[in-house]
């Protein structure tokens, strides 16, 4: 067990720089670099030139390359050339506003979507579950930035219930209840918009798979000694049905970090999304780099955790 | 001495006081504006920024600059009025400038704004370690001789029309916080800690990403009004249209013109257009076999319904551009008009210079090769994006084959530099100082140049040497008005569009928004009751 903890280490290791390296190669080696910006005509291309000497893109790629390595072997991510701040400031500004949305909204989409999966295998082909099946083929098929701006102009602009963008108003108080109220009220919407896009899905999903677990015979064994339907689904079905929506929750750990782009941009979130689409606007080779090394570090924990989870709970796949 | 070299600057101190928050205002009653801006501002040293438009206007609260530059670009080169410099003469011979600062002005950090803090940041734009983009601007500016903590000297090693514009661009920054960073560092320091600024406004607060709070700084010689200015990241332009209308922001600076007519029916909204400086034109690659030929370049822009893509794309919102300077300008030449629209003539003009349909497909074609273009557009920009369909099913009618294409920016702006397309749809904001020769002589190096279309033409060569040289104002507009006919008779681009800047705010605020500064004038802004 020891040895396949290593193992799985060092080949956690290795994606995480080719996932770098290749990165570092794709983005330095597309057209543009971060004087593009530099639009005015009036400015001589000596301007241009004396930005890309000070952010070192007049050094050869190579050069650029191992000096950027070395310094991340030894925790330094480097200054951002768009902020003028360092890359771990950036990203720990921008990390807890994304993993508390999107940690949210998955709370919502998990808890949300079980909940009606389970409610349609206990009354499969009735009329709600009919209703449900397409309620969550719509909030599948909709896009989250539709489903945003649509939850904004009903709640926010026509009835005035809620903030519609930022995670705090101008006027919020320094610290306290009514700023955590005030940080509360402006969750809603966006965590709103993520649950019930991703609701849909899970719902499907789980649905299908609690219908053929129903099927299989240690449930209608179950059935057979008196079981209610409610019971052998809730305590017999459900445990094993969800059993794969480990593995889709183990995927979906890289978004808490990575952030959910569409949303964060509708409700002007400052998190992770947002930032790292600035950055690559910019060609802020520094922080583009910072937020794919902990993108990717994010998919291979998350692999490892879904692999470990799912080897706990299901004896059948442990080594 | 000579009258006209004596420009002192006291009348227009008295007009500009006029403007100024006098106190008189209801300051210190919460007067809060809340302005939607679409991206965070990167930096609060004008020296580390790229120049970006919404970033210095936004810099110019916090910040003086010696003159104020006056709206009237329209009548003649702008005029200044007293800002941070109460008077300014210029020596018989014009290589000198004196100039006595007001003693009133104060950092936010207690210490006086004063004549070393300018001989400090004409170092910082002079210095090519700091990275600055005013290297070039500045380099008629010899240097900056300090006479005492008010008055200074300012040496110029030549004459020319622009020397008071030149001195005055770029905002001047607090030697005694800013000198402890050496130049070398300037490109990757973080100045934003403990900003220290002397402005209407200085910074109370700060969450990146998401909101900059800017409070009235009550030692400025014109106080503001406004006690607050909020300046919220929303990247949403339907989003900011749509707070505006609910009442949670106050001020958009700039409105697309789908969302004008909307916000132009709310009680609640005022909407405010006016010309802008942004020049829209579709540049054509002349080392490009085809577009060589000007009487080609003239016929694709013949072909072109200019008119209709401006009203289709900016429904009201721009007019059809004459030439390289802006009709608004004072040095545009009110004899050029837009070409018109004349398809029948723009194929008789391709027919001449040997482009035929000889093979029946509806694409012209010489010497065995079909007339295909690319047409590259940036692809965040869904107005271009509109364009580009409009000039494609225009050229179609004449027979040539233009395949728009969105191109990253930053693709599209390295394809510029090497040369590699054959039209680009592009825009540039004018400067306030017409200077012709940075766009359209021809450039010895074409990366990084304006002229990157690479247009080239000896007599306008000539002629913009002489414009350098012209001595006075007069002789500069009858010189310029030559430049832009042979420009305009060449076509080396299709002139489109002259875009209105579109501003929307609360019918609370009471505000004077202009095209020479989105803030201009921001001391007098005020809120009333609903």
Not at chain 1, 99 to 115: D, H, K, R, S, V
Not at chain 2, 128 to 149: N, T
Not at chain 2, 151 to 179: C, E, K
Not at chain 2, 405 to 429: H, I, N, S
């Amino acid at each position: 067990m020891r040895s396949v903890a290593l193992r799985r280490m060092a080949a956690s290791l290795v994606v995480l720089w080719a996932v770098a390296t290749g990165t570092y190669a794709l983005v330095s080696l597309a057209p543009g670099d971060a004087a593009s910006r530099i639009t005015d005509p009036r400015l001589p291309a000596a301007a241009r030139e004396r930005w890309r000497r000070d952010f070192g893109l007049d050094r050869p790629l190579r050069a650029r390359y191992l000096s950027w390595l070395a310094a991340t072997v030894r925790g330094d991510m480097g200054i951002s050339w768009q902020h003028r701040r360092p890359v771990r400031a950036l990203l720990a500004e921008a990390l807890p506003p994304t993993a508390l949305l999107t940690g949210l909204g998955l709370l919502t989409e998990t808890l949300g979507g079980l909940a009606i999966a389970t409610w349609q295998a206990m009354r499969p082909r009735s009329r709600v579950d009919r209703a449900l099946t397409i309620t969550s083929l719509l909030a599948y098929a909709m896009p989250s930035f539709a489903v945003g701006m649509g939850l904004v102009w009903v709640f926010s602009y026509a009835l005035g219930w809620l903030p519609a963008s930022h995670m705090l108003s101008p006027t919020a108080a320094a610290s306290g209840w009514a700023r955590l109220g005030d940080g509360a009220l402006h969750l809603v919407l966006p965590v709103a918009t993520i649950g019930l896009t991703g609701m849909g899905a899970l719902a499907r999903y789980t649905r299908g798979s609690l219908l053929e677990e129903q099927s299989q015979g240690y449930v209608l064994a179950a059935r057979a000694r008196g079981c209610s339907r409610r019971r052998a689904v809730l305590t017999h079905a459900l445990p094993n049905a969800a059993l794969p929506l480990v593995t889709v929750l183990g995927l979906s750990l890289p978004v808490l970090v990575s952030g959910s782009l569409l949303v964060e941009v509708v409700f002007a979130w400052p998190g992770m999304g947002q930032l790292l689409l600035q950055a690559a606007l910019a060609r802020d080779i520094p922080l583009l780099m910072g937020g794919t090394l902990v993108g990717a570090a994010a998919v291979v924990l998350g692999n490892l955790l879904a692999d470990v989870s799912v080897s706990l709970l299901d004896p059948r796949v442990r080594p | 001495m000579n009258k006209t070299l004596r420009l002192v600057g006291m009348a227009a101190l008295a007009a500009v006081l006029e403007g100024c928050g006098d106190g008189s205002g209801p300051h210190g009653v919460g007067q809060e504006l809340i302005v939607a801006i679409p991206a965070d501002v990167e930096t609060f040293n004008e020296y580390q920024s790229a120049g970006e438009a919404l970033e210095n206007a936004i810099i110019d609260l916090l910040y003086p600059t010696l003159f104020e530059e006056q709206p009237d670009f329209t009548e003649r080169p702008p005029s200044f009025a007293p800002r941070l410099a109460t008077e300014w003469q210029f020596s018989p011979d014009r290589r000198t400038l004196r100039v006595k600062l007001r003693q009133d002005a104060v950092w936010s950090n207690g210490f006086r704004v004063t004549a070393d803090d300018v001989r400090f940041t004409l170092m910082a734009q002079k210095s090519e370690e700091a990275g600055s983009l005013f290297v070039e601007q500045k380099a008629a500016i010899r240097g900056l001789e300090v006479l005492d903590s008010f008055t200074f000297l300012a040496h110029y090693s030549r004459v020319y029309p622009y020397q008071l514009m030149d001195l005055n661009d770029g905002h001047i920054v607090p030697a005694n916080a800013w000198s402890a960073t050496p130049f070398s560092q300037w490109p990757h320091a973080d100045f934003t800690k403990e900003l220290v600024s002397c402005g209407p406004f200085r910074l109370a607060s700060r969450i990146p990403q998401q909101t900059t709070i800017l409070e009235r700084d009550p030692h400025h010689w014109c106080p503001a009004r406004l006690d607050r200015l909020v300046l919220r990241v929303i990247p949403d332009a339907a989003a900011q249209v749509g707070q505006l209308l609910a009442g949670q922001i106050h001020f958009i600076p700039m409105v697309p013109p789908r969302d004008a007519a909307r916000l132009r029916q709310s009680d609640t909204v005022k909407v405010v257009s006016y010309p802008s400086r942004l020049l829209g034109f579709l540049a054509w690659n002349h080392r490009h076999p085809a577009l060589q030929d000007r009487q080609v370049r003239r016929a694709l822009t013949l072909a072109i319904n200019r008119a209709a893509l401006v009203e289709a794309v900016y429904l009201g919102h721009a007019k059809v551009a004459a030439g390289p300077v802006l009709s608004s300008m004072w040095a545009f030449d009110r004899t050029l008009s837009p070409l018109p629209f004349d398809p029948a003539e723009a194929r008789r003009l391709l027919v001449q210079a040997g482009w035929r349909d000889s093979d029946g497909d509806g694409i012209l074609d010489r010497d065995g090769k079909r007339f295909e273009l690319e047409l590259l557009y940036p692809a965040t920009n869904p107005m271009r994006a509109q364009m580009a369909v409009l000039v494609q099913a225009d050229l179609a009618r004449v027979g040539v084959a233009a395949s728009p294409r969105p191109t990253e920016f930053g693709a599209l702006m390295a394809r510029q530099d090497a040369g590699e397309f054959d039209a680009v749809l592009t825009a540039w904001e004018e400067a306030t100082k017409v200077d012709l020769g940075s766009g359209w002589a021809t450039a010895a190096e074409q990366a990084g140049s304006g002229n990157f279309f690479g247009y080239s033409n000896p007599e306008l060569d000539r002629v913009l040497a002489d414009v350098g040289a012209a001595p006075d104002i007069e002789r500069t507009r009858a010189l310029l008005a030559r430049a832009q006919q042979l420009i305009v008779a060449d076509q080396p681009v299709t002139f489109l569009y002259e875009a209105q800047q579109i501003v929307a705010f609360s019918s609370r605020l009471r505000a004077t928004p202009n095209p020479a500064l989105v803030f201009f004038d921001i001391a007098s802004w005020h809120m009333v009751p609903p």
